[in-house]
C-alpha cells in the first residue's frame, strides 16, 4: 500500500488530491518480499506471485514517470527470476525474453492492443496525451514526459502489427498521431469544457503555445505547430 498509494498529487487548479506510487521505495518493498520468501519457505510460491506481480507494477510505473532506464533494470529483474511466466493476457508465447519494454508497458494500457478496433485505439491513445498534458499543467514534467512516451509507443505498436494485415480492409489505421494531439489538446484548451483558466495559461506557456487561453484552441492562429510528447527516438526534454 505504501508502494502503490505513498504519493500525494496536488492539483492547485481543482483543490484536489489523489494518491498515486512511491516510486523510491520500490528496492525496499522487494528487499521486504525477498525476506519474506527466504523466512517462509512453506509459503514461497504465493509470496513470490504477489512479488512478481509488484516488479510489474514498479516497471510500469517507473516507464510512465519517465524513468526508462530503472525500468529496464527492474525488467530485466523480472527476465532473471520469473522467464518462465507469461506477462501479456491471452499471448502464451509472452514470456519476458520474448516481449521488449516498450511491448510490455503498451500493454499494460491496452491488453488487446492487437485486436483492437480503431476507434478504441484513438481514443486509447488521446486519452494518454490528456493525462500527460494535465501532468504538465499541475508542473509533473515527469509524468508528462514518460505519458506523452507511452502515447507515441502505442500508436506506433498498433501501427506496426496492422501494417501485416495490408490486404484486410477491416484494419484500418489511425489518425495521424499530430491529429490525435490536437484534438486532446483542444478539449483540454476549450474555456468552456476544458481545464480551468490557470491550467490551460500554464500550458500555452509550457508548450510556447500562439493565443489565448480565454479563446478556443487555435482560433488566433491554425498554422502553428504545437509541441507534442517526445518522441521514441531521443530522450524527452523539458519545456
Not at 500525494?8 to 525476506?35: Q, S, W
Not at 514461497?44 to 517507473?62: P, S
Not at 509472452?94 to 488487446?112: A, G, H, M
Request: proline share 8%; charged share 20%; hydrophobic share 35%.
Amino acid at each position: 500500500q505504501a508502494f502503490e498509494h505513498g504519493h500525494i498529487i496536488a492539483n492547485p487548479f481543482e483543490h484536489t488530491a489523489e494518491l498515486g506510487p512511491n516510486l523510491a521505495i520500490i528496492p525496499k518493498v522487494n528487499d521486504a518480499y525477498e525476506t519474506m520468501t527466504r523466512e517462509d519457505p512453506g509459503d514461497a510460491h504465493n509470496i513470490e506471485i504477489g512479488h512478481r506481480n509488484f516488479v510489474l507494477d514498479a516497471v510500469y510505473y517507473l516507464y510512465e514517470a519517465n524513468h526508462v532506464q530503472q525500468a529496464q533494470k527492474w525488467y530485466e529483474y523480472v527476465r532473471e527470476h520469473y522467464p518462465d511466466k507469461t506477462i501479456i493476457q491471452n499471448q502464451p508465447d509472452s514470456f519476458p525474453k520474448n516481449v521488449s519494454l516498450d511491448e510490455f508497458c503498451v500493454s499494460r494500457v491496452q491488453e488487446v492492443a492487437t485486436d483492437t478496433s480503431q476507434q478504441d485505439m484513438t481514443a486509447a491513445v488521446e486519452g494518454l496525451l490528456i493525462s500527460s498534458y494535465e501532468s504538465l499543467a499541475i508542473g509533473d514534467d515527469d509524468r508528462y514526459q514518460g505519458i506523452g512516451l507511452l502515447a507515441r509507443k502505442m500508436y506506433e505498436v498498433y501501427m506496426r502489427k496492422i501494417s501485416q494485415y495490408k490486404n484486410d480492409v477491416t484494419r484500418t489505421g489511425l489518425p495521424p498521431f499530430k491529429t490525435i494531439n490536437e484534438t486532446a489538446l483542444s478539449q483540454l484548451l476549450d474555456p468552456v469544457n476544458g481545464l480551468p483558466y490557470g491550467a490551460r495559461a500554464v500550458l500555452y506557456s509550457q508548450l510556447h503555445l500562439p493565443g489565448n487561453p480565454n479563446l478556443p484552441y487555435g482560433v488566433i492562429s491554425t498554422n502553428s505547430v504545437s509541441q507534442t510528447p517526445p518522441s521514441t527516438n531521443a530522450p524527452a526534454a523539458s519545456p
